[in-house]
């Protein structure tokens, strides 16, 4: 089993940027797809994006597509999600989740293994 560490959240102010990590430890997700999820106060969990295992197939939500990347990097078992231009509505509790089918999809039940979620708070 792998366990994910999420890590880079803050307090930033709206048109800043923040980059989160999700780290990986127990063994290699290299093969895995990871998905970003958020969940806001009084909000249900939403996809943010995802990336397959190799890295060139990604995908976003409407809502934070031009502005979010997602990437990756094997070397270091680390997944990464790039936010610029964030805006008050981006602020959220942001975890990571592996798919060990590799299927990067946008709903949270596909997933396996999740982290414990990073705190991203975007003042106005």
């Not at 940027?17 to 969940?39: E, I, N, P």
């Not at 943010?48 to 295992?53: E, H, K, P, S």
């Not at 936010?83 to 509505?89: G, H």
Request: proline share 2%; glycine share 12%.
């Amino acid at each position: 089993q792998v366990q994910l560490v999420e890590s880079g959240g803050g307090l930033v102010q709206a048109g800043g940027s923040l980059r989160l990590s999700c780290a990986a430890s127990g063994r290699t997700f290299s093969s895995y797809a990871v998905g970003w999820f958020r969940q806001g106060p009084g909000k249900e969990r939403e996809f943010v994006g995802a990336i397959n295992w190799s890295g060139d197939n990604i995908s976003y939500a409407d809502s934070v597509k031009g502005r979010f990347t997602i990437s990756r990097d094997h070397a270091k078992n680390t997944v990464y999600l790039q936010m610029n231009s964030l805006k008050p509505e981006d602020t959220a509790v942001y975890s990571c989740a592996a798919d060990i089918r590799g299927r990067y999809g946008s709903s949270w039940f596909e997933y396996d293994c999740w982290g414990q979620g990073t705190q991203v708070t975007v003042a106005s």
